[in-house]
Nanobody
Framework: QVQVVESGGGLVQPGGSLRLSCKAS????????MGWYRQVPGKQRELVAT???????NYADSVKGRFTISRDNAKNMVYLQMNSLNPEDTAVYYC????????????WGQGTQVTVSS
């Protein structure tokens, strides 16, 4: 059974930092592209950052220079280090495992809430 589980969300003050973690089980993790997405009520889910199986990264313009995505294939883990947080970063953050080899397949986590507020 495939499981994608996020953790690390919470309440943080503006200017603060959080690190989100995602563990993906039941897949060949090392060949999957991974990503972080976020969503606020009434809005579309948006891409935050991606990291390919070859560890190439891409970021949304809104988070460039502040967020860093990384992966540890030995642990089936992907991380999102978030620095210099502002209230506009408040959202539910979702982890996605994406297979781009063979038949395309996506697996989503349940999400973790990040709230940036004083």
């Amino acid at each position: 059974q495939v499981q994608v589980v996020e953790s690390g969300g919470g309440l943080v003050q503006p200017g603060g930092s959080l690190r989100l973690s995602c563990k993906a089980s039941g897949i060949g993790f090392s060949i999957y592209d991974m990503g972080w997405y976020r969503q606020v009520p009434g809005k579309q889910r948006e891409l935050v950052a991606t990291i390919t199986s070859g560890s190439r990264t891409n970021y949304a313009d809104s988070v460039k220079g502040r967020f860093t995505i990384s992966r540890d294939n030995a642990k089936n883990m992907v991380y999102l280090q978030m620095n210099s947080l502002n209230p506009e970063d408040t959202a539910v953050y979702y982890c996605k495992a994406e297979r781009n080899f063979g038949a395309p397949m996506d697996y989503w986590g349940q999400g973790t809430q990040v709230t940036v507020s004083s």
